[in-house]
């Protein structure tokens, strides 16, 4: 069983670079994986939205020969952190594959973390395996008092992560919406979002449902903070590959300036 | 025994034989606490140019078979800032890890502009002259034009007493010509190689991967090519070479210096592990140490040829 940790005040230490052993990898949907590494000193220190970067290591050739960003979706009191693995690109694929005993190389936590204002409600909006910074988020924030509400938005009812263990992570129900309507509520997740009275909204998720949310952040004047991906290098800053463009016009690193934005420090071009 | 691993090059002692390369290391504070930088035979930061670029739309990097595609387009703060906020960090962290600045222009006089605004300052040894970037139009200019070259090399020989190294470029018939030119010039080293051009399409979409339509190859796809015009530029001139492509392991370093290469450079690995330099570092050490041989300088450039060899 997880069991929470209280999350500690940001600190600017180096990220760890360590060995860690899988320590489960099942199917919780079709095509997503929910992956456990071993991984004390990351699972002590990783906040709200900061991800790891999962690789193989330098002996291993076969794609993926670069690590991958990914989420941390949990970390537990026993070491354990929990990523949310959907697999749709060799990257992902070999992730999927993982059985426990085997042993990845992590580096991490990295990037910048969602930020809640004392005294707002906090709704988050999860787009797809968007959902994974969230379930530790929504759990911390409820046990600190926060009033959140949880919209986990996927095309088909057979990808929705079990919906009762959601509720186990983070402590409340998800609100449950499907684009053909097969489970939950009928539609794209950013239907369901309504916003009163002073609301913190995060979210994460495919581009064209953040660029959504940021239209309507900028037409109704709620703060949004967005986590965004894009192709990365090093995770670190040195590469300058992962550049999200801001709204100065100026680049932005998605790993070091980032994952997490406002909305309104990004420039969103029409898809 | 412990290995040697010191070597004199260029006026002065590195330590180790395995530096960072550039562009894949930033200007050395983002690695600080994850790479212990100061044990490296050094570091070669990121491309300085005189205005800063703001560089390539994304998606700028993405796998390519063994190894990966890159078009960041030389994004850099900049002559000024490079200068104010990056390399006070570097000359006051590194006491024996030696550092390289890596100079780009557009011009002749762009380049001088960089090692003229710099050559006062402390905290590097020397530059690492870029001719060969295939991911800004013009970046390979002076890198595939024998008189450009030339001129180039001789110009900022006249601006720096410090060591001046040329980085070039794997795209040309016969670098050895290339190799000479910058002796002729006076260039103090090479660096070999930079990245391949190269491309991806993603074919759903049809359309290029990278945003720049196409980048530059790295990784251990091009460790044999590396190696080979490593050793046709070194056996090309007198010069000091510093292999680089696609190295990974202490094997990998090896293969450079036995083609003749002083120093290495690791870059593409630092991605997959951090701790790529220390290993290959460690590397060097073991097999010095399996082989009995006390100094690395030994093995430079000790490639035993096959005796119907025609070089």
Known sequence: ?271 | MVPELRQSLFGVEFQAPVLLASGTCGYGREYAGLIPLDELGGLVTKAVSVEPRSGNPPHRVAETPGGMINAIGLENVGLDAFASEKLPWLRDNLARAHVFVNVVGRTVDEYAAVVSGLDDEQGFLGYEINVSCPNVKGGTMFGTDEAALAELVGRLRSETERPVIVKLTPNVPDIGIYARICEENGADGLSTINTFPGMLIDIQGRKPVIGNVSGGISGPAILPMGVYLTWRAATACSLPVIGIGGIRSGEDALQYILAGAHLVQVGTALFVDPAAAATVQEGISSYLVDAGIGSLSELVGGLRLPGHAQV
């Open chain 1, 1 to 271: 069983m997880l069991v929470a940790i209280e999350p500690k005040a940001p600190d600017i230490l180096s990220p760890i670079r360590h060995r860690a052993e899988v320590m489960a990898n099942r199917r919780v949907a079709t095509e997503t994986w929910w992956l456990e590494l071993d991984s004390p000193e990351i699972a002590g220190r990783a906040e709200w939205g900061q991800f790891v970067m999962i690789g193989f290591g330098l002996e291993h050739l076969a794609p993926p020969f670069l690590p991958r960003p990914f989420s941390v979706a949990w970390r537990a009191e026993d070491g354990r952190i929990g990523l949310l693995v959907r697999a749709f690109g060799v990257g992902s694929r070999r992730l999927a594959e993982l059985r426990a005993g085997e042993h990845v190389l992590l580096l991490g936590p990295l990037g910048r973390p969602f930020r809640l204002e004392p005294g707002s409600r906090v709704v988050c909006v999860a787009g797809g395996v968007g959902l994974a910074p969230f379930l530790f988020l929504a759990g911390d924030a409820r046990r600190q008092a926060f009033d959140v509400d949880l919209l986990y938005g996927e095309l088909t009812a057979d990808k929705v992560f079990d919906a009762g263990l959601i509720e186990e992570l983070t402590g409340g129900p998800p609100i449950v919406w499907t684009e053909d309507g097969s489970l939950g509520r009928r539609g794209r997740v950013t239907e369901g979002l309504s916003v009163e009275g002073r609301v913190t909204v995060l979210a994460c998720g495919p581009t064209p449902m953040l660029r959504a949310l940021a239209g309507r952040a900028a037409r109704e004047g709620f703060d949004l903070q967005v986590s965004v991906e894009e192709h990365m290098g090093c995770g670190v800053g040195t590469c300058q590959g992962c550049v999200v463009l801001g709204a100065d016009g100026r680049w932005k690193k998605a790993c070091t300036q980032g994952p997490v934005f406002y909305a309104s420090e990004l420039t969103w071009s029409p898809s």
